[in-house]
């Protein structure tokens, strides 16, 4: 089999690259292990910018049909209980911010892929095919056979466990540059209507507990730290969440003894290192490309701005035939220039919560929505 691109991983990043070659024309496969709609283990929270990405792919009409659930309001909490209250900013358009579960939000997308012309199909990709350092394709997995698709260009947006960017950069995970965070869902506690809720305290900075009512009687609800400090804490994220739930806050709003649902547990790699993303015959999106911000660990606004980039860049290389690492370079700096700052400013907080929790209690009592810490979190949720 021989395509034009192949598009690894059809999560929010792999569907938006998709959908932006589709639109100028381009042959796209799209691959993923899983039929969709399929759950994403995920705070749930959508942040504007990534819904105006959307609108930019021909995509705002489906969005206001969808019934996403709006959130307008946030809720900071420091380690000595100091809280702030703001306003979610709206898009540039106009856009909402969103909690969204993912089985929905992403099969949406990944349906507008199809819409655009993409064909998907389900496959277990296992690795690419590198010919004289260049990547010429994939080996799959597919209706139980092993088979080989040719491409020009191959997309890794198969997330942090990515078998794409295994191949090309085996270069061995770093603790403290990469979060584990446990997500469930509950309809036992109190909701605060249209409004998501951040609580950083001592045991687990720099990372926080979250509250996202997705409905009016439905939560997300989770915590997610550093893995090294995590490493070094004698609790297991289960035990970690039942600490969270008894705090006189939180267990004052719960019901039935707060029952969790599909409880799971990820990693994901943050973007507070240096690395390359463009390959000769390769480009790596979303989580693949490890643009976790490194405050948040939120990833799909990051995700989605990397698909529009790589959608830009592979497009302009495909019209001149060359898509060796030369031509797909201006990804990397692109990107870079475009992140750099967000991704830095966020890990020098990370880094000062670990060395100052303090910090976080004078900035959310005295800095309110003006501090640096509330405009990351008000701006990337």
């Not at 496969?29 to 105006?52: M, N, Q």
């Not at 799959?140 to 260009?153: F, L, Q, T, W, Y």
């Not at 309110?368 to 949720?381: M, P, Q, R, V």
Request: charge should be negative; aromatic fraction near 6%.
């Amino acid at each position: 089999m021989e395509r034009e691109v192949v598009v690894v991983g059809a999560g929010p990043s792999g569907s938006a690259t998709a959908i932006a070659l589709a639109r100028q024309g381009h042959d796209v496969l799209l691959l993923d292990r899983s039929a969709f709609p399929r759950d994403k283990t995920c705070g749930d929270g959508i942040p504007a910018g990534a819904i105006e990405v959307l609108y930019a792919l021909g995509m705002e009409e489906k969005v206001r049909q969808a019934g996403f659930y709006p959130v307008n309001r946030i809720l900071l909490s420091s380690p000595r209980g100091h809280v702030l209250e703001a306003d979610l900013k709206p898009g540039v358009t106009g856009a909402s911010s969103y909690v969204v579960p993912r089985m929905q939000f992403d099969a949406l997308i990944q349906q507008h892929a199809v819409d655009s012309g993409v064909e998907f199909r389900q496959a277990q990709v296992q690795k690419p095919i590198i010919e004289e350092g260049k990547v010429v394709g994939v080996q799959v997995k597919m209706d139980g056979a092993v088979e080989e698709i040719r491409s020009k260009i191959v997309v890794g947006a198969d997330g942090v466990t990515s078998s794409v960017a295994r191949a090309l950069r085996p270069d061995k995970h770093e603790d403290k540059h990469r979060a584990i965070a446990l997500r469930c869902y509950t309809q036992d506690l109190e909701v605060r209507p249209h409004q998501v809720e951040f609580y950083l305290y001592n045991d687990i900075l720099p990372g926080y507990a979250w509250i996202f009512p997705y409905s009016d009687g439905q939560t997300n609800l989770g915590l997610g730290m550093r893995l090294d400090k995590y490493r070094d804490v004698d609790k297991s994220l289960e035990d970690m969440v039942d600490v969270f739930l008894g705090m006189p806050l939180i267990k004052e709003r719960l019901a039935r003894g707060g029952e969790l649902n599909d409880v799971a547990v990820w990693q994901l790699d943050f973007g507070s290192r240096s690395m390359q993303r463009a390959y000769d015959g390769t480009i790596l999106v979303g989580d693949a490309a490890g643009l976790i911000n490194p405050l948040t660990g939120g990833g799909i606004h990051n995700g989605l701005q990397s698909a529009m980039l790589a959608g830009e860049i592979i497009h302009d290389a495909l019209a001149k035939d060359d898509l060796s690492l030369n031509t797909l370079s201006r990804y990397d700096v692109e990107l870079e220039e475009r992140m750099r700052k967000n991704m830095r400013r966020s890990a020098w907080i990370q880094k000062t919560l670990i060395r100052m929790p303090i910090w976080v209690d004078l900035l959310i009592r005295w800095g309110g929505s003006n501090s640096e810490i509330a405009k990351i979190f008000i701006d990337k949720l």
